[in-house]
């Protein structure tokens, strides 16, 4: 959806692990390699066109350094400032979800 901003990551593919094709996708967009990572949360969002199922999760611990290998602009923002970000309306559950484990 152009013009606005998601989170890193894509498809599973089928009879892929969840695990390996968040390592995959952030090595082939980001050029890191996961070290450590867990599922923090799931949601389904219905647009009017289509349907989507998105897993958030947290990576504790990578290697590298994370460049758009895609040509995508990369952002570091802070949870509670991802609101202003213009994030896909899927992920709002996902804002709403790491504003209230951020530290404070």
Known sequence: MAGHW???GGKVGAGEPEAAALERELHEEL???VEAAHAF????HDYPDRSVELSLWVIERYAGTPRG?????LAWVAPGKLHEAGILEA???FIAALKGRAAP
């Open 6 to 8: 998601e989170f890193p």
């Open 31 to 33: 050029g890191i390699r």
């Open 41 to 44: 949360m799931r949601v389904r």
């Open 69 to 73: 290998l895609e040509g995508q602009r």
């Open 91 to 93: 992920d709002q559950p």
